[in-house]
């Protein structure tokens, strides 16, 4: 049989159940897109911060302050108030929103007077 075999090798159809069927496409799963206000209140909820930590850090994301809010980050896990695991997810946020964000007003304000 020239179709079960292939260059010497007898074809097994049940390689298909142990490694897929490539000619088969899945979907993706769709993402969550990560919410790092209700991330920080999950933190509050189980204890690992107090509500003035979490509301100063809520307030960093509320005024864009990527810098300020890394730095409390660090202060906490400093403390041993958050694990470095509970940190990253709002560090890879921070870290993926600082490279789009457009200059502050503050910034053009000042451009404006000095002219």
Known sequence: EHGSAIYGFEFDPGILDAIGDPCVLEEPEEEEPF????????LQDEGSIN?????SLKRSLKYRSPRS???????LVRWGRLTEEQAQPLIDAVSSNTTSKEPRNRCNRYRRTRR
């Open 35 to 42: 919410d790092p206000e209700a991330y920080i209140q999950s």
């Open 51 to 55: 509500r003035w930590m979490a509301r």
């Open 69 to 75: 809010l890394l730095w409390k980050i660090s202060i």
